[in-house]
C-alpha cells in the first residue's frame, strides 16, 4: 500500500526562525504532493502543489521541496510568526484521491 | 460566498442511531468527498463522489452511507453498524476529481455518540 507519513507530530520554534517539515513517501514516487494547513476545530486549507519534475515550489514565506530520490518533500516556514501556528498536512494524489499524512504541529513563540 | 457549508457543527447522538451529517456547496465543483480525522491521524476517506448519481467507497467506508442526487449535495449517513463513530468529520470538494485539483473543504463536522 502508498504510505505518506510525517514523521514529526509536533514542532516549537521561535518566532523569526524557520520551521522546516518533513512528509516521506513509500512505494512509487506519486506525480503531485499538495500541502494544507489546519486550525484547531477547522477543515484544512490548501497551500502549495509540487509536482514530481518540480525541485522547489515558492508561496511568499513558504517553501517545498520535493525530492524523488529520497522520497521525501520538505515544507519550510520562513521568518515565522505566531500566525503560523497551525497543523500542515501533506497530501499524495492517488488517481481521484488524496491520502493524507497525519500531519505536524507548529507553535510559533513570541 | 462561495463555499462549503457543514451542518451542524455539533452533534450528539445515542449509541444504535442512525445520524445523517449535511455537506453543501456552491461552487460549481464536480467531485466531493467525505473524510474522517481522529486525534494524531490523518484524514481517512469514507466516500468520494466524481459526480452526480455516482459515488465509490474510501479507505474506511464500512458502517456510512452517501448520496449524490445534486452536484451540490452529498450527506454522509453514520449509521448504527459503525464501530466508533465518534470523529471530526470534513466534507470537501474540487473542480473535477483530477490528481492536480485542490479541495476545499468545510468547517467541519464534530460527531459524539454518547
Known amino acids: 500500500s502508498q504510505k505518506i507519513e510525517q514523521n514529526s507530530e509536533a514542532l516549537n520554534i521561535q518566532e523569526g526562525k524557520t520551521a522546516t517539515l518533513t512528509c516521506n513517501y513509500t512505494?512509487?514516487?506519486?506525480?503531485?504532493l499538495q500541502w494544507y494547513r489546519q486550525d484547531p476545530g477547522r477543515g484544512p486549507v490548501f497551500l502549495l502543489l509540487?509536482?514530481?519534475?518540480?525541485k522547489e515550489k515558492r508561496k511568499e514565506r513558504l517553501k517545498v521541496t520535493f525530492d524523488t530520490t529520497l522520497k521525501q518533500s520538505l515544507f519550510h516556514i520562513t521568518a515565522s510568526q505566531p500566525a503560523d501556528s497551525a497543523t500542515y498536512l501533506c497530501?499524495?494524489?492517488?488517481?481521484?484521491?488524496?491520502?493524507f499524512g497525519a500531519g505536524t504541529t507548529v507553535t510559533v513563540r513570541a | 460566498d462561495g463555499g462549503i457549508t457543514q451542518s451542524p457543527k455539533y452533534l450528539f447522538r445515542k449509541e444504535g442511531q442512525n445520524v445523517t451529517l449535511s455537506c453543501e456547496q456552491n461552487?460549481?465543483?464536480?467531485?466531493m468527498y467525505w473524510y474522517r480525522q481522529d486525534p494524531g491521524q490523518g484524514l481517512r476517506l469514507i466516500y468520494y463522489?466524481?459526480?452526480?448519481?455516482?459515488?465509490q467507497k474510501g479507505d474506511i467506508a464500512e458502517g456510512y452511507s452517501v448520496s449524490r442526487e445534486k452536484k451540490e449535495s452529498f450527506p454522509l449517513t453514520v449509521t448504527s453498524a459503525q464501530k466508533n463513530p465518534t470523529a471530526f468529520y470534513l466534507c470537501?470538494?474540487?473542480?473535477?476529481?483530477?490528481?492536480?485539483?485542490?479541495?476545499?473543504f468545510g468547517p467541519g463536522t464534530r460527531l459524539t455518540v454518547l
Open positions: 470537501a470538494s474540487s473542480i473535477a476529481g483530477q490528481r492536480t485539483d485542490t479541495q476545499y
Open positions: 512505494n512509487y514516487s506519486p506525480a503531485y
Open positions: 509540487i509536482r514530481e519534475n518540480e
Open positions: 497530501a499524495r494524489a492517488n488517481d481521484y484521491k488524496l491520502s
Open positions: 461552487l460549481n465543483h464536480d467531485a
Open positions: 463522489s466524481q459526480i452526480v448519481n455516482d459515488f
